[in-house]
């Protein structure tokens, strides 16, 4: 870990267990009984929202995981965006509820929600906890946002700078040097 970069707590672990809690009961009304729905989980920086998000849902609930890359230039406003790991479950009728851990450009999610649009599920929405919203090149509808940020780096609860600082349960803004410049 560099010397070069500090953290600036900005939602502690109290809050976001809250607003957690929020975002499953906002989840739960909107799907209706024997509507149960099927949750998508984009690696890997939703992994420990899902883990919180599914314990905090009061009714049954089916997982799966895709996985992102892009290739071409390193961000993924203007490289290829390809699946480095696929659905395991078919959402064809299925209720399904992509997770996300944060929407910057929206690049990702649109082409996300494209993709799986494909597939015909019987409805498709979208949880993010958090929305970088002033940085969207590309418009996507988001069903229930837990907390809409600035353009600030953020880590933890999931979120990594070089793969560092996921497992920090709460969100911190990274202080970083002029020299380092990670893309989100
Ligand atoms: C993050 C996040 C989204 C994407 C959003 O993933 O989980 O998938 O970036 O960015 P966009 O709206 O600009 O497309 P990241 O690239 O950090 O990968 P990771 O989850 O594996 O850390």
Not at 92 to 109: A, N, S
Not at 145 to 171: H, K
């Amino acid at each position: 870990m560099s010397d070069e970069v500090a953290l600036t707590v900005l939602f502690t672990a109290a809050r976001v267990r809250d607003r957690v809690r929020e975002l499953a009961a906002d989840i739960n009304t909107s799907y209706p009984a024997g509507r149960d729905p099927h949750l998508v989980s984009v690696l890997k920086g939703g992994f420990i929202f899902l883990a919180d998000l599914v314990r905090a849902l009061d009714r049954p609930v089916t997982i799966d995981f895709v996985a992102i890359a892009s290739y071409g230039t390193g961000t993924r406003s203007s490289g290829v965006i390809t699946l480095t790991k696929d659905l395991e479950i078919g959402i064809t009728d299925r209720d399904v509820l992509i997770v996300e851990d944060i929407v910057d450009t929206g690049q990702t999610l649109s082409w996300l929600l494209n993709r799986l649009q494909a597939r015909h599920p019987r409805s498709l929405r979208t949880v993010s906890l958090l929305d970088k919203r002033s940085r969207r090149t590309t418009e996507v509808g988001i069903e229930h946002v837990g907390f809409t940020i600035e353009d600030q780096f953020v880590v933890g609860y999931g979120l990594d700078y070089a793969e560092q600082f996921r497992q920090l349960p709460y969100i911190a803004i990274l202080n970083r040097s002029p020299t380092d410049t990670p893309v989100r």
